[in-house]
Nanobody, 121 residues
Framework: QVQLQESGPGLVKPSQTVSLTCSVSGASMRANNYYWHWIRQPPGKGLEWMGMIRYSGGTFYSPALKSRTTIFRDTSKNQFTLQLSSATPEDTAVYYC?????????????WGQGTLVTVSP
């Protein structure tokens, strides 16, 4: 059973970088057919997909955030990290990491509990 846990600062100043880490247990990040995502939800708004890193290490980003977003992994720690640069108050949101496994019988998604990041002076 995959479990995910987000960690990182809850308060970031404008223009700084939001940096969050997702610790993974129950599966190797390099296991075939696993995809590791970051999603966020600003207060009072819907979910926004930010990007993902594949089991092979390839990354894909939302076009709206691509210029400010980097996702990378540390396979020795089985963790992946989100960095969002040049933060503004509009980046205030609950940030989730999630996994998706695409198997022969369908897919399985698991989400972390989420962590609130506030961007404020």
């Amino acid at each position: 059973q995959v479990q995910l846990q987000e960690s990182g600062p809850g308060l970031v100043k404008p223009s700084q970088t939001v940096s969050l880490t997702c610790s993974v247990s129950g599966a190797s990040m390099r296991a075939n057919n696993y995809y590791w995502h970051w999603i966020r939800q600003p207060p009072g708004k819907g979910l926004e997909w930010m990007g993902m890193i594949r089991y092979s290490g390839g990354t894909f980003y939302s076009p709206a955030l691509k210029s400010r977003t980097t996702i990378f992994r540390d396979t020795s720690k089985n963790q992946f990290t989100l960095q969002l640069s040049s933060a503004t108050p509009e980046d205030t949101a609950v940030y989730y990491c999630a996994s998706r496994y695409d198997g022969a019988r369908g897919y399985v998604e698991v989400w972390g509990q989420g962590t609130l990041v506030t961007v404020s002076p």
